[in-house]
């Protein structure tokens, strides 16, 4: 849970950074670093704390995911 606010936490620079950037005229650049920066926070925010319960405190668990709103912000970036 931690992990994943850290995460949410980490966004705001990167949303300033990214309006600082399109105010300079590099669109690009503001759209990469968005796309970039959300991957990550998914990747980290849900892989570590799953990561961990699989390897480290239930060797060979599986994570089961019961909130469709869940799977749905995960596929659709």
Same mark, same amino acid.
């Given at each position: 849970?931690?992990?994943t606010f850290?995460?949410?936490?980490? @966004?705001?620079?990167?949303?300033?950074?990214?309006?600082?950037?399109?105010?300079? &005229? *590099?669109?690009? +650049? /503001?759209?990469?670093?968005?796309?970039? @920066?959300n991957v990550?926070?998914?990747?980290?925010?849900?892989?570590?704390?799953? &990561? *961990?319960?699989? +390897? /480290?405190?239930?060797?060979?668990?599986?994570?089961?995911?019961?909130?469709?709103?869940?799977?749905?912000?995960?596929?659709?970036?």
């Open positions: 849970m931690g992990i850290l995460a949410a936490g980490t @966004s705001v620079p990167d949303c300033m950074a990214s309006l600082i950037v399109a105010r300079q &005229g *590099l669109g690009d +650049m /503001a759209v990469s670093n968005t796309i970039g @920066s990550f926070d998914i990747l980290v925010g849900l892989g570590v704390p799953w &990561g *961990l319960q699989t +390897m /480290a405190i239930d060797y060979g668990s599986t994570v089961c995911i019961l909130n469709i709103f869940l799977m749905f912000s995960f596929f659709s970036i």
